[in-house]
């Protein structure tokens, strides 16, 4: 789990990339320096494939991949979990929103790499066999999604929001629920799935 | 009940959940670039830098370099296509500008190459590698550009038939004691669906499957086949579920034919992912527009004099019109009327069909003009619609087939307080916080079109539904899995449909608020061609006419009525026949539609009746919206913490996805007046803020406050399932009930979308 234990099974050396990729005009003057210091700039195409390891829903997953590959994309394209969606991949819409750890995180904005050893958890390591997840149950309850294509990121956001102590309140739901774009509009009902599932997530 | 579900009203089905919500929620309903392929490669796009001129030539070298690229094709390499028409002109396309085929520009952001890589990011470098040489020309950009071009519609788009006029509309506005001229604009804006405009294409032999998100499997299917010159029946496309469209995905784009012939080239499946930008030219749009409208009134405000005139923009290569005149000018009474509508062609994109596409611009104008009108008489807005209301449509004569606009008005303005509104302008506040309250009408057309569907009936009630519909957040699933049930008589859990798919029976495009009237009207006929063979089997050939019609095998069992009050025994039907499956397929089309409706319908046409267009008389959803705005006085931060919207539109086939789509209409009505707009930099006829971030949708904290309100209504006129189209209702009116609050907060008249904070004078 540890950031050491996961470079070494890694081919790909993180802060290599970060002075490669990064070793140019765009990075603060320090850090470039910093960087340069621990160890010079080691030109690598980032086309070459890396090898990650990832903890998706409880499971170990062992990718080789390009490096630039984001976690939505390692998600979608390589270990076949297309339930996060690709809706900007910018960061501006929410839809690709997963769990690492317990911080919501737009996928689409994290890199694959950056997120080994880490607990990532997707829409479909909600439920289980027999039981919705209660922030499921209570989208289905108040119909909160139309389309469904913003749905995963919004339950993943949902959930997060309550754990956060953000659902005191509808005008707190609203303003935490913000970052998730509903193009169909399903706002007030995604604030009415939030406030019933919240005494359930937050009794555990 | 939860306010989602509400309690049903006369007329109206179950709010039962949606068929699709299980699926939705655990991540496993499968949207087009979620289908799995066969060792894929990727395809990224490059598009046009410059919106006018020609690519001098091409520096593909880096490009090339980059490892894991397969190839790069341009107009220099590309697969011939063959042209498709207008969908207007009786084609598939939602544009003529067909990219890769020269090396003309007709527009900024059109796809000038496509990179096929083994990744997605090498695809995506590669593309970003890809240097272009071009001669620009200045481009116009829109309205008031120089260069531009305008001309009637009439006469250069087909399907706008007709300036409606009635009487001496110049005279009579003359004459007239109480007048209004005035100028409005609404201005651009993108659909932005959240899925993206993907393509995924894959070949077995001869056969091609497509996965794209599409409001219309069967005109892609077709569309497709004719660019790609192959048989229609080898093309299947296939989505299941469909991330939004609000008419974006209607018609065919010319990315679908691009890539399935470069995937045939490579003999290898290709997908495509698109950015959010891309998608901004890539696509369709809702064109700017302008208007005047002239309204004249008696004293007592009845209207005596209307005239319409609309100008929209479209591009050099397409007639594109959404002609709202031809509902404006039949909103109200009135004996004198004239419009025109005329197109302004620019170097743009072709723009196309969004949510309500001729309803929310001209609307706008008409419903902010009667507000002004209300103040000028010194009357009630309301009480203004009311004078005016009419049971016949003042141009042909022709009656509404139900009209239910001052009842939606009555209940919305009970529901909003709006007994509460002291009438004068700036009358009204809350601390630092100015308060007006505004009201707009909004109508719809009926319309439905031609479908077919199969349905299968097992001896345990388990049923099939095969329809080739297109759930796109609507509900469609649900709605059809209840009429199914409904009118077999066999649980809604044993009901399972199957949509998405251009290999099962033709459904119309999801568009025009049809669907749920085509599609169920369908299901409903075929259902009773089941119910049929099931009675024949343990009826007696001697029941009379009246006993036939009582337990539902009269020949034409065609009104919502014919349901499960008339039990059928269906284990005792099936074991008198001696099968094991009772199948059953058929083709419905409503009164009126042309005499190649069944053809058209197969090849992917779906000639929509309805509306106006009707013989004998019109038909029309209805609804009154009322909203508060709240204006800070220092700040000129504009709020809209209420909207309050009653609508009536037939029979509610389900009232919780129908209150959805309204209360998300309503709010897309909200953000066209206060938030959305594509801004174009003129100098390049160019779209500047072409991501999420910068084109301005509402986000949850901008929606605190709506109420949906159905009203019950029955329309027996209109289709078998007594179903009007509400899926556009919702998001009309808005715009001008906004305008006409922030004048009675501020007593300013703002007359030009959208309303931002720097347009609140102090």
């Given at each position: 789990?540890?950031?050491?234990?996961?470079?070494?099974?890694?081919?790909?050396?993180?802060?290599?990339?970060?002075?490669?990729?990064?070793?140019?005009?765009?990075?603060?003057?320090?850090?470039?320096?910093?960087?340069?210091?621990?160890?010079p700039?080691?030109?690598?195409?980032?086309?070459?494939?890396?090898?990650?390891?990832?903890?998706?829903?409880?499971?170990?997953?062992?990718?080789?991949?390009?490096?630039?590959?984001?976690?939505?994309?390692?998600?979608?394209?390589?270990?076949?979990?297309?339930?996060?969606?690709?809706?900007?991949?910018?960061?501006?819409?929410?839809?690709?929103?997963?769990?690492?750890?317990?911080?919501?995180?737009?996928?689409?904005?994290?890199?694959?790499?950056?997120?080994?050893?880490?607990?990532?958890?997707?829409?479909?390591?909600l439920?289980?066999?027999e039981h919705?997840?209660?922030?499921?149950?209570?989208?289905?309850?108040?119909?909160?999604?139309q389309?469904?294509?913003?749905?995963?990121?919004?339950?993943?956001?949902?959930?997060?929001?309550?754990?956060?102590?953000?659902?005191?309140?509808?005008?707190?739901?609203?303003?935490?629920?913000?970052?998730?774009?509903?193009?169909?509009a399903?706002?007030?009902n995604?604030?009415?799935?939030?406030?019933?599932?919240?005494?359930?997530?937050?009794?555990? | 009940?939860?306010a989602?579900?509400?309690?049903?009203?006369?007329?109206?089905?179950?709010?039962?959940?949606?068929y699709d919500?299980?699926?939705?929620?655990?991540?496993?309903?499968?949207?087009?670039?979620d289908?799995?392929?066969?060792?894929?490669?990727?395809?990224?796009?490059?598009?046009?830098?410059?919106?006018?001129?020609?690519?001098?030539?091409?520096?593909?070298?880096?490009?090339?370099?980059?490892?894991?690229v397969?190839?790069?094709?341009?107009?220099?390499?590309?697969?011939?296509?063959?042209?498709?028409?207008?969908?207007?002109?009786?084609?598939?396309?939602?544009?003529?500008?067909?990219?890769?085929?020269?090396?003309?520009?007709?527009?900024?952001?059109?796809?000038?190459?496509?990179?096929?890589?083994?990744?997605?990011?090498?695809?995506?470098?590669?593309?970003?590698?890809?240097?272009?040489?071009?001669?620009?020309?200045?481009?116009?950009?829109?309205?008031d550009?120089?260069?531009?071009?305008?001309?009637?519609?009439?006469?250069?788009?087909?399907?706008?038939?007709?300036?409606?006029?009635?009487?001496?509309?110049?005279?009579?506005?003359?004459?007239?004691?109480?007048?209004?001229?005035?100028?409005?604009?609404?201005?651009?804006?993108?659909?932005n669906?959240?899925?993206?405009?993907?393509?995924?294409?894959?070949?077995?032999?001869?056969?091609?499957?497509?996965?794209?998100?599409?409001?219309?499997?069967?005109?892609?299917?077709?569309?497709?086949?004719?660019?790609?010159?192959?048989?229609?029946?080898?093309?299947?496309?296939?989505?299941?579920?469909?991330?939004?469209?609000?008419g974006?995905r209607?018609?065919?784009?010319?990315?679908?034919?691009?890539?399935?012939?470069?995937?045939?080239r490579?003999?290898?499946?290709?997908?495509?992912?698109?950015?959010?930008?891309?998608?901004?030219?890539?696509?369709?749009?809702?064109?700017?527009?302008?208007?005047?409208?002239?309204?004249?009134?008696?004293?007592?405000?009845?209207?005596?004099?209307?005239?319409?005139?609309?100008?929209?923009?479209?591009?050099?290569?397409?007639?594109?019109?959404?002609?709202?005149?031809?509902?404006?000018?039949?909103?109200?009474?009135?004996?004198?009327?004239?419009?025109?509508v005329?197109?302004?062609?620019?170097?743009?994109?072709?723009?196309?069909?969004?949510?309500?596409?001729?309803?929310?611009?001209?609307?706008?104008?008409?419903?902010?003009a009667?507000?002004?009108?209300?103040?000028?008489?010194?009357m009630?807005?309301?009480?203004?619609?009311?004078?005016?209301?009419?049971?016949?449509?003042?141009?042909?004569?022709?009656?509404y087939?139900?009209?239910?606009?001052?009842?939606?008005?009555?209940?919305?303005?009970?529901?909003?307080?709006?007994?509460?509104?002291?009438?004068?302008?700036?009358?009204?506040?809350?601390?630092?916080?100015?308060?007006?309250?505004?009201?707009?009408?909004?109508?719809?057309?009926?319309?439905?079109?031609?479908?077919?569907?199969?349905v299968?009936?097992?001896?345990?009630?388990?049923?099939?539904?095969?329809?080739?519909?297109?759930?796109?957040?609507?509900?469609?699933?649900?709605?059809?899995?209840?009429?199914?049930?409904?009118?077999?008589?066999?649980?809604?859990?044993?009901?399972?449909?199957?949509?998405?798919?251009?290999?099962?029976?033709p459904?119309?495009?999801?568009?025009?608020?049809?669907?749920?009237?085509?599609?169920?009207?369908?299901?409903?006929?075929?259902?009773?061609?089941?119910?049929?063979?099931?009675?024949?089997?343990?009826?007696?050939?001697?029941?009379?006419?009246?006993a036939?019609?009582?337990?539902?095998?009269s020949?034409?069992?065609?009104?919502?009525?014919?349901?499960?009050?008339?039990?059928l025994?269906?284990?005792?039907?099936?074991?008198?026949?001696?099968?094991?499956?009772?199948?059953?397929?058929?083709?419905?089309?409503?009164?009126?539609?042309?005499?190649?409706?069944?053809?058209?319908?197969?090849?992917?046409?779906?000639?929509?009746?309805?509306?106006?267009?009707?013989?004998?008389?019109?038909?029309?959803?209805?609804?009154?919206?009322?909203?508060?705005?709240?204006?800070?006085?220092?700040?000129?931060?504009?709020?809209?913490?209420?909207?309050v919207?009653?609508?009536?539109?037939?029979?509610?086939?389900?009232?919780?996805?129908?209150?959805?789509?309204?209360?998300?209409?309503l709010?897309?009505?909200?953000?066209?007046?206060?938030?959305?707009?594509?801004?174009?930099?003129?100098?390049?006829?160019?779209?500047?803020?072409?991501?999420?971030?910068?084109?301005?949708?509402?986000?949850?904290?901008?929606?605190?406050?709506?109420?949906?309100?159905?009203?019950?209504?029955?329309?027996?006129?209109?289709?078998?399932?007594?179903?009007?189209?509400?899926?556009?209702?919702?998001?009309?009116?808005?715009?001008a009930?906004?305008?006409?609050?922030?004048?009675?907060?501020?007593?300013?008249?703002?007359?030009?979308?959208?309303?931002?904070?720097?347009?609140?004078?102090?």
């Amino acid at each position: 789990m540890s950031d050491s234990s996961s470079s070494k099974q890694s081919a790909f050396d993180r802060r290599a990339f970060m002075a490669g990729a990064a070793g140019s005009a765009l990075v603060p003057i320090t850090a470039r320096a910093a960087a340069a210091e621990a160890r010079p700039p080691v030109a690598q195409d980032p086309a070459l494939p890396v090898d990650v390891t990832l903890h998706v829903n409880g499971k170990e997953k062992r990718l080789r991949i390009d490096a630039r590959t984001t976690v939505l994309d390692a998600l979608r394209d390589h270990l076949k979990l297309t339930g996060s969606k690709k809706g900007c991949d910018h960061g501006q819409c929410g839809a690709c929103t997963v769990l690492i750890g317990e911080r919501r995180v737009v996928s689409c904005l994290t890199l694959a790499l950056a997120a080994e050893g880490q607990e990532i958890t997707t829409i479909e390591g909600l439920a289980t066999d027999e039981h919705l997840h209660p922030m499921q149950q209570a989208f289905i309850d108040n119909d909160a999604f139309q389309c469904g294509y913003c749905t995963p990121g919004q339950i993943m956001s949902a959930i997060a929001c309550v754990k956060e102590g953000h659902a005191g309140s509808e005008a707190d739901i609203r303003e935490y629920m913000s970052g998730n774009i509903c193009r169909c509009a399903a706002y007030p009902n995604i604030v009415a799935a939030v406030k019933q599932a919240a005494p359930e997530i937050m009794k555990g | 009940m939860t306010a989602a579900a509400p309690e049903p009203k006369e007329n109206m089905g179950q709010p039962v959940p949606r068929y699709d919500a299980v699926v939705k929620v655990t991540g496993r309903a499968t949207y087009a670039s979620d289908m799995p392929l066969d060792n894929p490669a990727y395809a990224f796009l490059v598009t046009s830098a410059i919106a006018k001129g020609r690519i001098d030539r091409f520096d593909l070298d880096e490009a090339r370099s980059v490892r894991g690229v397969i190839e790069i094709v341009t107009h220099e390499n590309a697969p011939e296509l063959k042209e498709s028409k207008l969908f207007s002109d009786g084609g598939y396309a939602g544009t003529t500008i067909q990219p890769l085929k020269s090396a003309e520009i007709s527009h900024d952001g059109e796809i000038i190459a496509v990179v096929i890589a083994e990744s997605y990011e090498a695809a995506r470098e590669a593309a970003n590698r890809v240097k272009v040489s071009y001669t620009a020309t200045a481009p116009s950009a829109t309205f008031d550009s120089p260069g531009t071009t305008a001309a009637a519609a009439k006469g250069q788009n087909a399907q706008f038939k007709e300036d409606a006029k009635v009487g001496d509309f110049a005279k009579a506005f003359d004459e007239a004691e109480v007048k209004i001229t005035a100028a409005y604009g609404t201005p651009t804006q993108h659909h932005n669906p959240m899925e993206l405009f993907t393509t995924s294409c894959a070949w077995m032999g001869d056969n091609l499957v497509i996965y794209e998100g599409s409001q219309y499997v069967y005109g892609l299917k077709n569309g497709v086949a004719e660019q790609l010159g192959i048989d229609p029946d080898k093309v299947r496309v296939v989505n299941p579920y469909v991330g939004g469209g609000f008419g974006s995905r209607g018609s065919m784009t010319p990315r679908t034919a691009i890539i399935a012939a470069i995937a045939r080239r490579l003999n290898r499946p290709i997908k495509l992912v698109p950015t959010r930008d891309q998608g901004f030219t890539i696509a369709t749009y809702r064109a700017e527009t302008r208007h005047e409208i002239k309204l004249g009134a008696a004293r007592d405000g009845k209207l005596v004099a209307l005239r319409h005139e609309g100008a929209e923009v479209s591009s050099r290569a397409d007639a594109y019109c959404v002609g709202g005149t031809k509902t404006t000018t039949r909103l109200y009474a009135c004996p004198n009327v004239d419009s025109l509508v005329s197109i302004v062609r620019a170097d743009r994109n072709t723009p196309g069909f969004m949510r309500s596409p001729p309803e929310v611009p001209y609307l706008f104008a008409l419903e902010s003009a009667m507000d002004e009108l209300a103040v000028q008489l010194n009357m009630d807005p309301v009480e203004l619609r009311r004078i005016n209301d009419t049971t016949n449509e003042p141009i042909g004569g022709k009656p509404y087939t139900s009209r239910s606009l001052m009842a939606c008005f009555d209940e919305a303005a009970k529901a909003f307080g709006w007994a509460q509104r002291s009438p004068q302008p700036k009358s009204m506040s809350d601390g630092d916080w100015l308060i007006g309250y505004g009201c707009a009408a909004t109508c719809y057309p009926t319309q439905m079109a031609p479908s077919a569907a199969r349905v299968r009936l097992q001896r345990d009630g388990r049923t099939r539904v095969e329809i080739a519909g297109h759930e796109i957040g609507t509900g469609a699933y649900t709605v059809i899995a209840q009429t199914a049930a409904d009118r077999l008589g066999v649980p809604l859990e044993k009901v399972a449909v199957f949509m998405g798919d251009s290999d099962l029976p033709p459904a119309p495009v999801a568009g025009g608020s049809n669907s749920t009237a085509s599609t169920c009207s369908a299901v409903m006929m075929v259902c009773d061609q089941i119910r049929q063979r099931l009675f024949k089997a343990v009826m007696p050939d001697s029941l009379t006419e009246k006993a036939k019609e009582t337990v539902g095998i009269s020949p034409a069992p065609t009104t919502q009525a014919a349901k499960s009050d008339r039990p059928l025994d269906i284990e005792k039907a099936f074991d008198a026949l001696g099968v094991g499956v009772v199948e059953e397929y058929g083709e419905w089309k409503p009164d009126g539609a042309p005499l190649d409706s069944f053809r058209a319908m197969h090849s992917g046409h779906p000639r929509l009746v309805g509306g106006h267009q009707m013989k004998d008389q019109i038909a029309y959803a209805f609804g009154a919206e009322f909203v508060e705005v709240r204006i800070n006085r220092f700040t000129h931060e504009i709020r809209c913490p209420r909207l309050v919207g009653a609508f009536a539109a037939g029979r509610i086939v389900n009232p919780r996805t129908a209150r959805s789509q309204l209360m998300g209409g309503l709010i897309w009505g909200m953000s066209s007046a206060l938030l959305e707009a594509t801004e174009i930099d003129e100098r390049y006829a160019r779209y500047v803020n072409d991501n999420l971030a910068d084109y301005l949708l509402p986000v949850n904290a901008d929606v605190p406050g709506v109420e949906v309100i159905m009203l019950s209504e029955q329309d027996d006129r209109i289709n078998p399932a007594g179903v009007k189209g509400l899926g556009e209702l919702a998001n009309v009116g808005t715009n001008a009930a906004i305008c006409n609050a922030i004048h009675h907060a501020t007593g300013q008249r703002i007359r030009n979308l959208p309303v931002r904070l720097e347009n609140i004078e102090a």
